[in-house]
Nanobody, 120 residues
Framework: QVQLVESGGGSVQAGGSLRLSCTAS????????MGWFRQAPGEERVKVAT???????YYADSVKSRFTVSKDDAEDSLILQMNRLKPEDTAVYYC??????????????WGRGTQVTVSS
């Protein structure tokens, strides 16, 4: 079965950076729409960024100009580079993948998440 695994979470001070990575088994990340979501304590999970196979990228307004999503085709991984982190970025971050190359449908596959904590 498809498995997505996130890595790279941790604790950082405000203004710092973290790089999240998502790898998969039995699933070629480069062939599908991929996304990053996050869920803060007591809040709903929200979409942070998505990227389709044509390079079309979406960012939530709250992370624009600070976060960058990319695919490492050589490693077949999905990357989320997070810069200028703020305390409000604290959340569990999830990698997700659709069953299609374009985005816009429900994400079929989800990782278990990685914790990101930003202290002020």
């Amino acid at each position: 079965q498809v498995q997505l695994v996130e890595s790279g979470g941790g604790s950082v001070q405000a203004g710092g950076s973290l790089r999240l990575s998502c790898t998969a088994s039995k699933y070629a990340l480069s062939e599908y729409c991929m996304g990053w979501f996050r869920q803060a304590p007591g809040e709903e999970r929200v979409k942070v960024a998505t990227m389709d196979v044509y390079g079309n990228i979406y960012y939530a307004d709250s992370v624009k100009s600070r976060f960058t999503v990319s695919k490492d085709d050589a490693e077949d991984s999905l990357i989320l580079q997070m810069n200028r982190l703020k305390p409000e970025d604290t959340a569990v971050y999830y990698c997700a993948g659709e069953a299609y190359g374009t985005c816009g449908r429900d994400f079929a596959y989800w990782g278990r998440g990685t914790q990101v904590t930003v202290s002020s």
